[in-house]
């Protein structure tokens, strides 16, 4: 049977049809620009802050170092008029949960228990425990507490302007006694059961309030929105993630890729690096996420490794493939030889690992990567 070139013309539509339906499309893929628009309103910017508070009674502040020792030294007052001291920031975002009581934020651990919290309130906590020792041995005819307030009076002396004479002289020779206090008597060194420190610490009680606050992109007048905490990571054997939740929030969430990322694909990282705000003058009056671009370099069963531009207040941010969906969380940056950051060098975790650590809040239980 012969064909006429009508039917031959025909004939080579209908197949050029056939197979440009069994050729894969991108699967909703959407251009950076289109993207990107949307995106800039879903990365929040997170502040973790610190608040120290004594006895129940006074809040406390790191105003000064002891001259000899050079330690801390903690004022008190019954007025918070200083709020939260901010210990560390970087990127979180709200992820598509099956849960529809509050939103959920993704970040890293290490922004959210940045070691600086817990420095700082060790730090106070010796402090105030060796000052309850000190009060002890040097109480006289006077009760402990009654003692122990004196010396708060003295160590507020610390912010008293213009400070001079005998009142120096006093105040300096009481925070350098109660430093010298903690290192003869209460110290790992001096007291390496930490039976001692422990109950002058608890005598001293000071307590640590910590605060998480998001900021969404835009002015920076716009109130924060405070959230807690709902899981964090407890060691290095889980991936460094943080999930903070947020009740009657209804922000438009990100969802995970369904598809596996691979080597070679084009991705952008989505955050908030402090490099941004020394180039733009402008950056202490709104927040705004920066967008760098890249390609995935590596894909291992808990890390995506790419090289899109990451740095400092990347932690925690999303990577986000051309279906602007989330293929990884940012967690580390590489390090040279000599500690200098490799900017296009990072890692990020997977979306397996993520949902294995909290998988009741994506309707099933994750399998382990």
């Not at 560390?88 to 009581?101: E, H, N, Q, S, W």
Request: hydrophobic share 40%.
């Amino acid at each position: 049977m012969q064909f006429s070139s009508t039917h031959k013309s025909l004939a080579l539509l209908l197949a050029t049809l056939s197979l440009m339906t069994c050729v894969p499309s991108p699967a909703f893929a959407q251009t950076w620009e289109k993207l990107d628009k949307r995106l800039k309103s879903q990365v929040f910017h997170l502040n973790v802050g610190l608040k120290l508070r004594l006895k129940d009674q006074y809040w406390c502040y790191v105003s000064d170092l002891s001259p000899r020792f050079k330690f801390p030294v903690y004022s008190t007052q019954k007025e918070d008029t200083k709020g939260f001291q901010v210990m560390g920031f970087g990127t979180a975002f709200p992820i598509k949960t099956a849960a529809r009581d509050k939103t959920y934020f993704v970040t890293n651990r290490h922004v959210a228990s940045t070691p600086d919290l817990e420095t700082v309130s060790a730090e106070c906590e010796r402090f105030f425990a060796a000052t309850r020792l000190y009060a002890e041995q040097t109480a006289f005819l006077k009760s402990h507490d009654d003692r122990f307030n004196e010396l708060l009076q003295t160590i507020n002396l610390c912010v008293k302007p213009g400070l001079q004479g005998g009142e120096k002289q006093n105040y300096q020779n009481t925070v350098d006694s109660i430093w010298d206090t903690y290192e003869k008597n209460l110290s790992v060194r001096a007291d390496p059961t930490r039976v001692k420190f422990t109950k002058y610490a608890a005598l001293a009680k000071v307590e640590a309030q910590v605060g998480y606050f998001l900021h969404a992109p835009g002015p920076v007048t716009k109130p924060s929105i405070e959230a807690t905490m709902y899981k964090l990571a407890k060691d290095k054997d889980q991936p460094d993630l943080a999930i903070l939740s947020v009740p009657g929030l209804t922000p438009v969430p990100l969802e995970f890729d369904t598809i596996l990322p691979s080597e070679g694909q084009e991705i952008q990282v989505v955050g908030y690096p402090v490099a941004s705000d020394q180039i733009d003058s402008d950056s202490g009056k709104y927040y705004a996420p920066t967008f760098t671009s890249g390609r995935i370099s590596r894909v291992t069963p808990r890390m995506v490794q790419v090289d899109a531009p990451i740095t400092t207040g990347n932690s925690g941010g999303p990577v986000v493939s051309l279906r602007g969906k989330v293929v990884g969380v940012v967690a580390m940056r590489a390090l040279s030889a000599r500690g200098g950051e490799l900017s296009n060098f990072a890692g990020a975790i997977t979306v397996p690992s993520v949902q294995a650590f909290a998988p009741e809040l994506f309707g099933k239980v994750a399998a382990k990567p």
